[in-house]
């Protein structure tokens, strides 16, 4: 497989291996702040690490990137590794997503390396992707790719593309319009359309003149320390200046509130849902053709999904009584939920909650098209319009269908494996068959050898959790392979199966590679969601270290050949999992994670995940965050596992000093072991929560990731044939 030479040479140049560093962490100095929660006192030593704006914490995060970077490039196969990846993650093959058809035409965002962001492009149909054409593509705004597009909506008629375009993976984005045919920029900017946690949303009028969307708080109209939240819905039509954009409605939602819209462009009703904060809890509001805003349910109701149907209907997706999911049927003209049928009762699967996401429920050729997500593998289930099951589209074992588009010539939906890149499927509702349409990627590698095995381990309290485990070409239980196992376990998010040209490059090296679906997650609906979050976090840690254990059990690894990785909310898991069984894997890997949660909700973005983490304000929501808060637990003189840690300075989501902190906790407790394990930290300056990161820095950041994985794990890089 080839690759482009100059890219390879670039990175190459970016990442010149350092000829001297220093070899010990930086000494943090220790300066104690005290606090008290409920009687209970607690002592933060290095809280000063939080202040950004201080020349010291800077010159600080320098010294460990120096640091980081004095070990990481001195690890051995670098050179082969940065090459084999470069040509995975740059193999010129396209992919397609966020699919959209508007006039007649198809809209994608189209990801095709060697570009660093994916792009905007409109074709003909999914069958012929030969016409595709470039409609927006951010790298005009900046070749070094640190522009990317947030989220975009074609008009009805697609003559105009309204996106939202953000820098550095700050995820700020300022709204652009573009004509579709041209290219060229209409009207002006409309600034502050999207955020990190809040996101943003926008629908157009059926008649494409103008467009509903989210604004947030422009200068002077909310404190300083409130421009991150109250996001409200303005109207805008094409033509006239934005200053002259009218209020439709959100004054009266939730600070944290965080919206998403739809238009009926056969009525022009538009649906507005609001999520309060990060934790699950929805309200929706439907706005007549004559301006009035009715609200059909509240935050209380259990009601997460509101979707229009082809025929008019309102179709409500509800866990009241059923915490898999239901589905009702609502008259526009009565749009309160009293008034709503059932139509699609609870069943052994769990209907996925897409909040911001594609459709989970289409209704299109007299059928209804409902996404089920079966224990982290999902499926399409098809209904009559009475409810009536009729069957479902063929799809592989362990795999995940994604977004369902309807289209004139049938709905389209992805499919995707951990052994096989994404493609399109179109499923015609009048004769029942579903066939491949001509969107599909090809593999940067060949993973059709890899076994993929779906297992269960038993948790603590005796929950089966399910463990996906892929065990490359050749690989037997053995009891000394290196594995690795990933997981996450929050806000109701599913971990599906999907293909990783990144990860292809471990399992080519004989890695194993397992993913668990852990409580906190919604793969068994919203009970399970439940069962892992506010004050029963402490499930989705004691189900990890049960995945970890049977793969240890099972002759899968061991201790000293397990490594442990995620990210985000993932990465509270492996702060939790590292010190309450720091003896559990030999290496860790955390991205953008969270660490002190006694301050979490105290960030900007903090205040969105009380609803899924919980309050020190309130006394047992306290007792339970301060008895897993990883930066609380540190043990000093306890032989850690070796730590990688990984953040971006522009992180709207998690505030990088979660990382700073942790990192400098960890380095004192292992400060002064005979032989202690490394912990780094890998802070990237121009990059945020991982939305928006170019192919560039991806790579590189690869490359470090990976290196060290495999030195950990006493992996002898073999180069791979390109």
């Not at 003909?124 to 597009?149: C, H, N, Q, W, Y």
């Not at 003149?209 to 404190?223: A, Q």
């Not at 009380?610 to 929501?621: A, H, L, R, S």
Request: charged share 20%.
């Amino acid at each position: 497989m080839r690759y482009a030479p100059a890219l390879l040479a670039v990175i190459a140049a970016c990442a010149a291996p350092a000829l001297a560093g220093p070899s010990a962490p930086p000494e943090t100095p220790v300066r104690p702040v005290t606090d008290t929660y409920h009687g209970v006192t607690v002592t933060d030593p290095y809280r000063w690490l939080e202040d950004w704006s201080d020349p010291a914490v800077k010159a600080w995060s320098d010294a460990q990137n120096e640091y980081a970077r004095a070990y990481l490039d001195k690890l051995p196969h670098r050179d082969e590794i940065r090459r084999r990846l470069t040509a995975l993650l740059s193999a010129p093959v396209t992919r397609w997503s966020d699919l959209h058809e508007a006039g007649g035409r198809l809209f994608a965002k189209v990801n095709k390396p060697p570009k660093q962001q994916p792009y905007i492009a409109v074709m003909d149909s999914a069958d012929a992707p030969g016409t595709a054409r470039t409609v927006l593509d951010p790298e005009t705004f900046d070749a070094a790719g640190s522009f990317s597009i947030d989220w975009y909506a074609p008009s009805p008629d697609g003559s105009l593309v309204a996106a939202s375009l953000s820098r550095g993976g700050s995820e700020s984005g300022d709204l652009y319009v573009i004509e579709t045919d041209t290219g060229r920029r209409v009207g002006d900017v409309i600034e502050r359309v999207n955020g990190g946690t809040a996101g943003g949303s926008l629908t157009w009028f059926p008649d494409g003149s103008g467009f509903y969307y989210t604004r947030y708080p422009r200068v002077g109209e909310r404190p300083e320390e409130d421009m991150l939240f109250y996001v409200d819905v303005y109207k805008h039509t094409i033509g006239s200046p934005p200053e002259d954009d009218t209020y439709e409605i959100g004054r009266d939602f939730p600070k944290i509130g965080e919206i998403e819209l739809k238009t009926d462009n056969k009525t022009g009703r538009v649906i507005c849902t609001v999520q309060d904060g990060d934790g699950g809890e929805f309200a929706h509001f439907v706005r007549r053709p004559g301006g009035r805003w009715d609200r059909i349910c509240g935050f209380k109701d259990g009601v997460t999904e509101a979707y229009f149907g082809e025929s008019g209907a309102i179709y409500l997706i509800s866990n009241a009584d059923a915490p898999r999911g239901k589905v009702l049927r609502l008259d526009p003209e009565q749009p309160a939920l009293e008034n709503a049928r059932p139509l699609i009762p609870e069943s052994d699967g769990t209907i996925v909650s897409n909040f911001w996401g594609p459709q989970s429920l289409v209704e299109a050729g007299g059928r209804i098209l409902v996404q089920y997500q079966v224990g982290g593998p999902s499926e399409i289930r098809i209904y009559d319009l009475d409810g009536n099951p009729i069957g479902k589209p063929e799809t592989p074992p362990v795999s995940a269908v994604g977004q369902m588009t309807p289209t004139k010539a049938g709905v389209l939906f992805s499919l995707s494996s951990y052994t096989r890149p994404t493609s399109w499927m179109r499923y015609d509702p009048e004769s029942g068959e579903t066939a491949p349409t001509a969107l599909h990627a090809d593999a940067p590698a060949d993973l059709t050898g890899v076994t993929v095995l779906r297992e269960y381990a038993t948790s603590k309290d005796g929950t089966k959790i399910p463990v996906n485990i892929m065990v490359p070409p050749g690989v037997t239980r053995t009891g000394d392979n290196p594995c690795i196992l990933s997981g996450y376990g929050g806000y109701g998010i599913s971990l599906t199966p999907y293909y990783s040209a990144a990860r292809a490059d471990l399992l080519e090296q004989g890695v194993i590679y397992a993913i668990a679906n852990i409580r906190g997650g919604g793969e068994y609906g919203e009970a399970w969601h439940r069962a892992g979050n506010l004050t029963n976090k402490q499930n989705v840690f004691d189900d990890f270290q049960a995945a970890a254990e049977y793969l240890i059990k099972r002759r899968f690894t061991n201790s000293d050949k397990l490594a442990l990785i995620g990210g985000s909310n993932g990465g509270l898991l492996m702060g939790a999992t590292l010190t309450q069984r720091p003896d559990l894997a030999r290496t860790v890997v955390s991205y953008v994670g969270i660490y002190d949660m006694l301050r979490t909700e105290l960030s900007p973005n903090g205040v969105f995940n009380i609803t899924e983490f919980g309050t020190v304000k309130d006394p047992d929501q306290f007792r339970a965050l301060y008895a897993y808060s990883p930066y609380h637990h540190v043990v000093p003189g306890t032989d850690y596992p070796a730590v990688l840690f990984l953040t971006g300075a522009n992180d709207p989501r998690v505030n990088p000093m979660q990382s700073r902190k942790m990192t400098a906790m960890l380095q004192a407790a292992v400060r002064g072991l005979e032989h202690p394990n490394p912990i780094l930290l890998r802070t990237s300056s121009n990059t945020g929560h991982g939305g928006g990161t170019p192919l560039n820095e991806r790579i590189e950041e690869a490359v470090d990731v990976h290196s060290f994985l495999y030195s950990r794990l006493g992996v002898d890089y073999s180069p791979v044939d390109d």
